[in-house]
């Protein structure tokens, strides 16, 4: 095996200890896959030990939440060899949408809970994903699909690292500030498929005519009947409002969309 590059040991050795966090995704036994809508998905980390979920929407371009990404901290992109050892990616830029509240989504209220990161290089083996924007109106029992990276069980960081998806339905009064999903078994109210702490900012597919496109990242989730965990429901930020400054964003970076 060759031996990485010295600024790259030095990445891998500073950050160690966030490649090893039980970062709890996809919980109740989402599916593994790495094609289809899996094939954009990547994992971020940060300096202050946060690990999330982002989608490649351009060559060099990652859709994530805002939340996972806050000012004072460093982010990286974790890229697996062949042999499944973990390397670091450089993240150039990070852009957080200017109507982000961080309290806003702590209380589980809508917010412009969305970000962009503009990457050194592509990562390899990845190719990005559609944007789109949910079908109006939204209705109760609309079919949407989630991936995302993190263990299956909570606190068992040996059933992480892969890529998961889950199909889930919308529940409550879904619009287009936020959608809230719910494992259609369960419909909420006992443990079931949902999204986790390491599953934020992981794409939302809705399916379309030309096949799944991106209509929002995941902000945050419960257990059942809204207790804390996961399992129960998964807050969702649609694109429906924000799609235009994603766009916009990505401009000024020089990547089209």
Known sequence: MKILPRLIAGLIASFAPLLSVPAHAIVGGGSPSTEGVA?????IVGSRGNFCTGALIAPKLVLSAAHCVQPGADYKIVEYGADRQPSLQDVKTVAIH????????????????????????PPKGKTPSALGMPNIPIMIGSRFTI????????GDGKSGGTIRVAGLVATGKPGTLQIRLVDPVGQGTRDGLGACTGDSGAPVFEDKQGGPLI?????????????????GMTGVTPLTLYRDWIVRTAQKWGAGL
Do not use: E, K, Y
């Not at 094939?39 to 994992?43: A, F, I, P, Y």
């Not at 209509?215 to 399992?231: E, I, K, L």
């Open 147 to 154: 991936a995302g990276i993190g263990v299956t069980v909570r």
């Open 98 to 121: 200017p109507g982000f509240n961080m309290q806003a989504m702590q209380a589980h209220r809508a917010t412009a809970d969305v970000a962009l990161l503009q990457l050194a290089a």
């Open 39 to 43: 094939h954009s998905v990547v994992t």
């Open 215 to 231: 209509v929002g990242v995941v902000s945050w989730s419960t257990g059942p009947n809204g207790s804390a965990g996961c399992g």
